[in-house]
């Protein structure tokens, strides 16, 4: 089964971090590309930088009355939901007081058009 795996770290913890503390977390997150669960991931622009559409309106930032914004995330091929958990303790947004959001894709067939 797929999962997404929404990363929402703690805001300002990887900014606090010096460029030697850095370079291993980013190391880490960079890893998990190469383990075979992994389809895909990207890092996100800070939320400042997004636009929002809502109802023909656009609005500059997000639209959410949080502290917590999506900053990346991974999308896995895993056996259960135990086995994307497994995954998202390798995340180093963990460890840095954040959270990551386990969500099974929906799965669509695709139809065979010929």
Known sequence: MKYALLIYPEPGSHEALSPEEYAPVNAAYLALRNDPRCLA???LQPGQTATTVRDGMITDGPFADTK????GYYVVEATDLDDAIEFTRKIPAI???GAVEVRPLVHV???DSF
């Open 41 to 43: 991931g990207a890092h």
């Open 109 to 111: 067939p695709v139809e």
């Open 95 to 97: 460890g840095l007081g």
């Open 68 to 71: 917590e914004v999506l900053a």
